[in-house]
């Protein structure tokens, strides 16, 4: 029996996904997963410390996210898999040589550069973070050593994940997250005590590793192996002549984070800590409906790329369908931010200082969800129509315009630090509407009113709901009452109201927890009643399938092995 249930699980492991459906079911669940202990991975750091020591945690990435992110993600995101994929079906020898000589190039360029900056990371520290003291960026640059050698073990992982993906081995690329996340949980709980702020800095390399071992043994099952090359062969010069435009934007990005690290370093020491929190947490919604319907529509507007017709009514469903489902939740995140901020950090050494302006953070970066979410799908229908130049050109804009903003609310305005997240969120603005100005102009014969229409109708439906979500939590939350935070305190009438008889004591977690789910509960059920009598469209489409795949257990047909061109959004790079 035990036998038997081994084998099965090796088959799930090394079983190729041979259609769309199959391969993005999985994708979509490790995202859930993926997104879930990320978010138990913050509690676990909220728990063991403060907000200050952990914006120095955080602040240590930001130097070797940088070299990662610019050399191997700029790469493999946009180059690696494609080519390889290419060279397989010419020939097993030539792929795979290509995959352990660009191992070989990476760690070669990634090593130096560790060695180079590590050294002076102290130096380096002073300039992108000098609101701290020189204790905290000894311990930063301390720190950053350590992230340094778990980023060189992604260098090889990360060839690993682009292998099995471009043999269609999803789940076990999408399981070593979950190591990653698992690693980093257990090394601070396990070594917090002895090692203090270094526990999960140890406990990222336990993750890395733990994210290289896993893909190990399949990618060599499937004929990688680690070879003595640097041969620049025709495969290789390829990788780097598409990665390239990837790698400048890639670059430009990472400015952008320096740039968020810099300022908030200026308002006060656990400033990065609530920005981090509040965009790991804004990072859900995007992922889940932003993404993920990316790149389902992609396939489908690359294949109708010469038709502009079908491909204006694929684009635009896309952005429909996505507006339906992402604007709602962002109204959640907003009028729910306080009571999301406790669910998820509330320890207690996390105070009420911290859930506050996290929640600012929240809120500033939900306003620019959508925006975050429209710009992934309208980039993938410029990668539809091969032009990778236009959206790569509109995202660098977007950054100076971020970078711009960051300076202007936080060291002119002097705004909190939800200022870098409201910054974000006028870049993902621009950016949406620039690429939806421009993709009308290639597609013409386009009515902006009437194309908006679908999405004003999913906005206007959202703000109903949140103003029923705002008066629900304000009349039973009992905190609103005694501390008459609200307007609730202003009317004379209410301080008669015996309120002790219908209010629940969010003081605790089960009633906080259940007032939450109330919240939204009535809020997606006025919603989901505004766009009946808006006669959305949307709202039929998504009863019709969830019909489908709940009643009748039938899904839409999906076309098999579509191909993907070679650049993704510019989102995609952000850390969950």
Same mark, same amino acid.
């Given at each position: 029996?035990?036998?038997?249930?081994?084998?099965?699980?090796?088959?799930?492991?090394?079983?190729?996904?041979?259609?769309?459906?199959?391969?993005?079911?999985?994708?979509?669940?490790?995202?859930?997963?993926?997104?879930? !202990?990320?978010?138990?991975?913050?509690?676990?750091?909220?728990?063991?410390?403060?907000?200050?020591?952990?914006?120095?945690?955080?602040?240590?990435?930001?130097?070797?996210?940088?070299?990662?992110?610019?050399?191997? #993600?700029?790469?493999?995101?946009?180059?690696?898999?494609?080519?390889?994929?290419?060279?397989?079906?010419?020939?097993?020898?030539?792929?795979?040589?290509?995959?352990?000589?660009?191992?070989?190039?990476? %760690?070669?360029?990634?090593?130096?550069?560790?060695?180079?900056?590590?050294?002076?990371?102290?130096?380096?520290?002073?300039?992108?973070?000098?609101?701290?003291?020189?204790?905290?960026?000894?311990?930063?640059?301390?720190?950053?050593?350590?992230?340094?050698?778990?980023?060189?073990?992604?260098?090889?992982?990360?060839?690993?994940?682009?292998?099995?993906?471009?043999?269609?081995?999803?789940?076990?690329?999408?399981?070593?997250?979950?190591?990653?996340?698992?690693?980093?949980?257990?090394?601070?709980?396990?070594?917090?005590?002895?090692?203090?702020?270094?526990?999960?800095?140890?406990?990222?390399?336990?993750?890395?590793?733990?994210?290289?071992?896993?893909?190990?043994?399949?990618?060599?099952?499937?004929? #990688?192996?680690?070879?003595?090359?640097?041969?620049?062969?025709?495969?290789?010069?390829?990788?780097?002549?598409?990665?390239?435009?990837?790698?400048?934007?890639?670059?430009?990005?990472?400015?952008?984070?320096?740039?968020?690290?810099?300022?908030?370093?200026?308002?006060?020491?656990?400033?990065?800590?609530?920005?981090?929190?509040?965009?790991?947490?804004?990072?859900?919604?995007?992922?889940?409906?932003?993404?993920?319907?990316?790149?389902?529509?992609?396939?489908?507007?690359?294949?109708?790329?010469?038709?502009?017709?079908?491909?204006?009514?694929? %684009? *635009?469903?896309?952005?429909?369908?996505?507006?339906? !489902?992402?604007?709602?939740?962002?109204?959640?995140?907003?009028?729910?931010?306080?009571?999301?901020?406790?669910?998820?950090?509330?320890?207690?050494?996390?105070?009420?200082?911290?859930?506050?302006?996290?929640?600012?953070?929240?809120?500033?970066?939900?306003?620019?969800?959508?925006?975050?979410?429209?710009?992934?799908?309208?980039?993938?229908?410029?990668?539809?129509?091969?032009?990778?130049?236009?959206?790569?050109?509109?995202?660098?804009?977007?950054?100076?315009?971020?970078?711009?903003?960051?300076? %202007?609310?936080?060291?002119?305005?002097?705004?909190?630090?939800?200022?870098?997240?409201?910054?974000?969120?006028?870049?993902?603005?621009?950016?949406?509407?620039? %690429?939806?100005?421009?993709?009308?102009?290639?597609?013409?014969?386009?009515?902006?009113?009437?194309?908006?229409?679908?999405?004003?109708?999913?906005?206007?439906?959202?703000?109903?709901?949140?103003?029923?979500?705002?008066?629900?939590?304000?009349?039973?939350?009992?905190?609103?009452?005694?501390?008459?935070?609200? *307007?609730?305190?202003?009317?004379?009438?209410?301080?008669?109201?015996?309120?002790?008889? #219908?209010?629940?004591?969010?003081?605790?977690?089960?009633?906080?927890?259940?007032?939450?789910?109330?919240?939204?509960?009535?809020?997606?059920?006025?919603?989901?009643?505004?766009?009946?009598?808006?006669?959305?469209?949307?709202?039929?489409? *998504?009863?019709?399938?969830?019909?489908?795949?709940?009643?009748?257990?039938?899904?839409?047909?999906?076309?098999?092995?579509?191909?993907?061109?070679?650049?993704?959004?510019?989102?995609?790079?952000?850390?969950?």
């Amino acid at each position: 029996m035990v036998s038997k249930i081994i084998a099965k699980s090796k088959k799930i492991l090394t079983t190729p996904q041979t259609s769309v459906l199959s391969a993005a079911t999985i994708i979509m669940l490790m995202i859930v997963a993926s997104r879930i !202990l990320g978010l138990v991975r913050q509690r676990t750091l909220a728990h063991f410390f403060v907000p200050g020591e952990l914006s120095l945690f955080f602040a240590a990435f930001r130097l070797p996210d940088l070299v990662f992110e610019v050399l191997v #993600f700029g790469t493999f995101s946009s180059a690696f898999i494609p080519v390889f994929t290419q060279s397989l079906k010419k020939g097993n020898h030539k792929a795979w040589k290509a995959a352990a000589t660009i191992v070989n190039i990476g %760690l070669l360029i990634f090593i130096s550069l560790a060695m180079l900056l590590g050294s002076s990371a102290g130096l380096l520290y002073s300039v992108f973070a000098p609101g701290y003291s020189g204790a905290e960026r000894e311990t930063i640059a301390s720190l950053a050593k350590i992230l340094f050698a778990a980023q060189g073990f992604f260098v090889i992982s990360y060839v690993l994940t682009g292998v099995l993906e471009s043999l269609r081995r999803f789940l076990v690329p999408a399981l070593a997250p979950l190591f990653y996340n698992l690693g980093i949980i257990l090394g601070t709980i396990i070594f917090a005590d002895k090692l203090g702020l270094y526990a999960p800095a140890v406990g990222v390399i336990i993750g890395a590793v733990a994210h290289f071992l896993i893909q190990l043994p399949l990618a060599v099952k499937l004929g #990688f192996r680690f070879i003595f090359s640097f041969s620049l062969t025709d495969e290789v010069k390829k990788i780097g002549r598409l990665a390239a435009p990837r790698i400048v934007e890639t670059f430009f990005l990472q400015i952008s984070k320096t740039a968020e690290l810099f300022f908030s370093s200026l308002i006060s020491t656990a400033a990065y800590t609530y920005f981090t929190f509040g965009n790991t947490l804004q990072l859900v919604p995007v992922g889940l409906f932003g993404t993920s319907i990316a790149k389902a529509a992609l396939p489908t507007l690359a294949r109708e790329a010469d038709s502009p017709e079908k491909f204006r009514k694929t %684009l *635009f469903s896309a952005l429909y369908d996505m507006a339906f !489902l992402i604007i709602p939740v962002a109204t959640v995140l907003i009028i729910l931010r306080t009571p999301i901020v406790r669910l998820v950090y509330g320890t207690d050494i996390f105070g009420w200082e911290a859930t506050v302006q996290t929640g600012y953070v929240i809120s500033a970066f939900a306003v620019g969800v959508f925006f975050q979410a429209a710009a992934a799908i309208l980039a993938r229908s410029f990668y539809a129509l091969q032009d990778t130049k236009t959206p790569v050109l509109v995202s660098i804009t977007s950054i100076i315009l971020i970078i711009l903003c960051d300076f %202007l609310l936080i060291r002119i305005l002097r705004v909190g630090v939800w200022g870098l997240a409201a910054a974000f969120s006028v870049g993902s603005f621009f950016q949406a509407t620039t %690429l939806l100005y421009l993709m009308g102009r290639r597609l013409g014969r386009m009515n902006f009113l009437k194309n908006i229409l679908p999405i004003a109708k999913s906005t206007l439906a959202a703000l109903g709901s949140g103003v029923a979500m705002y008066f629900i939590l304000k009349i039973f939350d009992r905190s609103v009452w005694v501390k008459r935070l609200s *307007f609730l305190g202003k009317i004379e009438a209410t301080r008669k109201i015996d309120f002790e008889s #219908f209010v629940l004591d969010t003081r605790y977690t089960v009633n906080l927890l259940a007032l939450t789910a109330l919240v939204a509960a009535v809020g997606a059920f006025v919603y989901l009643g505004i766009s009946i009598i808006l006669r959305s469209e949307q709202f039929w489409n *998504f009863s019709r399938l969830l019909r489908r795949v709940f009643l009748k257990h039938k899904f839409p047909p999906i076309p098999q092995k579509e191909p993907e061109p070679v650049a993704p959004t510019p989102g995609d790079t952000t850390n969950s």
